[in-house]
């Protein structure tokens, strides 16, 4: 008899631990809670916290250039100029450059090659020589110098310095490295900090250049500091640019972390 009660009150337990727990389920999902876990997105890959919004991931799509043409055009590691793409209005402006020969890359687009001659001519009334580096660049040539510099130092470090063929703004005509009259630091980290960077940093502006690749900036532009390197805006632009402190993607309102 003893046992048969015993069994009885087993069975009463079991009885009711099931039936609060069926009751605890109940309230859950009249309350709009579950237990289950959130749905893994598709190709059990995390949503990604950089989408702008627009459909298109940072660093992990490209747009095309539409209007490749435009003066502030803007060319960098999200925005690649059309293939084939050649500008149709280059001109060698009248500069001294590091090499004598009549070479590609002493070519600009017409406005730029004006102001150029013209920020070279303001900055040697100032008494500061300079020399131009390297200007225009076709995409067979930037696809050479990018796989020269993957070659040497890997892929991911050659694109902080360098960009992907179609992705430079060399290719558009409207950019310059320079470097001082002595020919030194072209193109190079020690250009940083001497008269002719400091100059260039308080006037180009004047002339319708920024510089690209300001110091701090290297999320927002995908390059490192580049004190030589000049872009072509327009002097209203390249005013406000400079003087605010920001990069031509601020500017334009489409800044993107780089990824």
Not at 34 to 42: I, R, S
């Amino acid at each position: 008899m003893t046992k048969l009660r015993l069994l009885i009150v087993c069975f009463l337990v079991i009885a009711l631990f099931i039936t609060g727990c069926s009751w605890k389920n109940h309230l859950a999902q009249k309350d709009g809670k579950t237990a289950n876990f959130p749905p893994v997105p598709a190709n059990n890959q995390s949503p990604d916290p950089a989408n702008n919004g627009s459909g298109v991931q940072n660093g992990t799509d490209m747009q095309v250039v539409s209007n490749p043409d435009v003066i502030p055009v803007l060319v960098n590691k999200h925005n690649m100029l059309p293939d084939n793409y050649n500008p149709s209005d280059l001109v060698d402006p009248d500069i001294p450059f590091i090499f004598e020969k009549k070479l590609e890359k002493r070519k600009m687009r017409v406005a730029a090659a004006a102001a150029i001659e013209k920020l070279f001519a303001g900055a040697k009334r100032d008494g500061v020589s300079l020399l131009g580096v390297s200007a225009y660049r076709s995409r067979d040539t930037q696809t050479s110098l990018f796989n020269h510099y993957v070659n040497v130092d890997g892929y991911e470090a050659a694109r902080t310095y360098s960009a992907v063929p179609g992705t430079s703004e060399h290719e558009t005509g409207l950019a310059i490295d320079v470097t001082g009259g002595n020919g030194k630091c072209a193109a190079e980290d020690c250009f940083e900090g001497t008269l002719e960077a400091d100059w260039l940093q308080e006037h180009a502006s004047e002339y319708g250049f920024i510089i690209r690749y300001p110091k701090g900036k290297d999320t927002i532009t995908g390059y490192q500091y580049e004190p030589w390197h000049l872009r072509y805006v327009g002097k209203a632009i390249a005013k406000e640019i400079m003087s605010r402190g920001i990069t031509l993607e601020e500017y334009l309102e489409t800044a993107q972390v780089n990824n």
